[in-house]
Each structure stands twice: as structure tokens, then as C-alpha cells.
């Protein structure tokens, strides 16, 4: 596929978005794609989209038993409706449920965009090839999320134990419930900070709701909002563009 141009009208690539992890960020998801291909296209036009929007709580039931199995096969099944829909390309509006997106590319026949390579797409624009994770624990302290940015050759640094245990509870006892704190703000900057001295020339918000409580004016070093950088590397692939042309290093399937 050719990369669209604004005012091209050649036909659209279905986009299917397995999101509700939390609802609260797949709104966002929505809304960046639709803003973008609607400024790209111009008109009326707005993306073909099919969304399954999941019960955040079946889905936070299996990350509490870490029964990531059984995560698999509720995701999978979503995408597998969403291909049932039309959709031509899937998403995982989420970092941490990236655990499973073996489980969901292999229960389908399309292309999963995967949010780590959105976050490699906006850290070579910024010239960064060292990122800070700022996540929920797993994304911090497992592999399948850090391994996916080192084949783009960036390298990841982590906030210590003690931060890692605040910032992913803040992420469920506050953000995907909506609640946004002051002081919750301010801890996370602290740790921000903390990670720009351990050698990040930028962070990654890798839980979709962190960019809903700190944003690029809270700090001086660059933010990856990957909600938002994932939505925008799905418009592009919505609006026509190669997905491996796109990436830093093409990683073919996961």
C-alpha cells in the first residue's frame, strides 16, 4: 500500500480495535484516529473502525490471578469479531494486555500493530534511543514489552521497586477508574525526573490512562503518550500506509 495524501480518496484500511482496557483510554484511541484521518482527508470522512469493547473487569480478574491464558482467549476472541466486522488490521488498546498478543495475532489471518512499535516510531523521531517505562509492574518489569523496543534498537531503563509498586497503583486504583489525583501528578513527575537522571532522553507512558494525568507541559523531557502514538501509527496504516515501512526495523509477527 502507498501512503495516503490529504484529499486521497482511494478506499480505507478497516481498522479493528479490541479496547475497554479501560474504556477511558479506546476513547481516546477513537477520537486521535478519527482526528487525524478526518484532517488528512478532509470532508466528512472519519475512519472505518470495528470496536470490541471489553469488560474491564473480566479482564482485570485474569491480570489479579495473572490467568494470562485465559486473558488470551478473551482477547483473541475480540479480535477474531472485530476481523468478523471488517477489520483488514488489529489493535490492542492497551500496553500491558501486549502479554497477549501472541494469543491474538495467531487466532487471526490480519496484521496486528503492536503499541511498543508506535513507541519506537516516536522515539526515533525525537532522536532518543533510551526510554524510561513508566507502567503498570508486568510492563516494567517483564520482558515482551522492553524485548519488543530493543529490536528497534532502543534501550529501556525502569523506575526501583518501591516506584514500580506506586505507579502501577496508581494506574488501578485511580486512572482506570477515572480518578485523578494532585499529589498522584506529582509522584509521578518525581519519578519522571528520577528516570531522566538514570539516562532516558524520554518516557514512555506505558499505561494508555497515564497520559490523562501527566502531559508534555508537566515536564521538560519528551513524553510518549502511547495511547496516542499508537492511535496515530493506526491512522496511517487506516489511511493506506505500509506498516513495516514505518517502523524503525520491520519485526514481521510477534
Known amino acids: 500500500m502507498s501512503t495516503a495524501q490529504p484529499g486521497d480518496r482511494a478506499p480505507m484500511t478497516t481498522l479493528g480495535l479490541v479496547g475497554g482496557m479501560s474504556w477511558h483510554s479506546t476513547v481516546t484511541y477513537y477520537r486521535r484516529i478519527n482526528e487525524v484521518v478526518a484532517q488528512r482527508r478532509g470532508g466528512h470522512a472519519s475512519a472505518p473502525i470495528a470496536l470490541q469493547s471489553l469488560d474491564f473487569d473480566e479482564v482485570r480478574a485474569c491480570q489479579v490471578a495473572q490467568d494470562y491464558e485465559a486473558s488470551g482467549r478473551l482477547l483473541a476472541r475480540a479480535a477474531q469479531r472485530c476481523v468478523a466486522g471488517g477489520a483488514e488490521a488489529v489493535a490492542i488498546c492497551t500496553n500491558l494486555m501486549h502479554k497477549n498478543a501472541p494469543a491474538v495475532e495467531a487466532a487471526v489471518d490480519v496484521p496486528l500493530v503492536h503499541i511498543a512499535d508506535a513507541v519506537a516510531v516516536r522515539a526515533r523521531a525525537l532522536g532518543v534511543t533510551t526510554v524510561g517505562l513508566l507502567g503498570t509492574r508486568p510492563v516494567m518489569e517483564e520482558d515482551f514489552y522492553a524485548q519488543r523496543l530493543v529490536r528497534h534498537g532502543i534501550d529501556v531503563v525502569t523506575p526501583g521497586p518501591k516506584d514500580r509498586v506506586e505507579v502501577d497503583r496508581v494506574v488501578f486504583e485511580e486512572l482506570t477508574r477515572g480518578v485523578l489525583r494532585e499529589d498522584s501528578r506529582a509522584r509521578y513527575l518525581r519519578i519522571i525526573a528520577d528516570l531522566a ?17 501527566v502531559g508534555p507541559d508537566d515536564t521538560a523531557l519528551p513524553l510518549v503518550d502511547t495511547a496516542l502514538a499508537h492511535a496515530d501509527l493506526l491512522a496511517e496504516v487506516c489511511l493506506g500506509s505500509d506498516l513495516d515501512a514505518l517502523l524503525p526495523h520491520p519485526v514481521g509477527r510477534v
Open 197 to 213: 537522571e538514570s539516562g532516558a532522553g524520554a518516557v514512555a507512558l506505558a499505561c494508555t490512562e497515564i497520559g490523562l494525568l
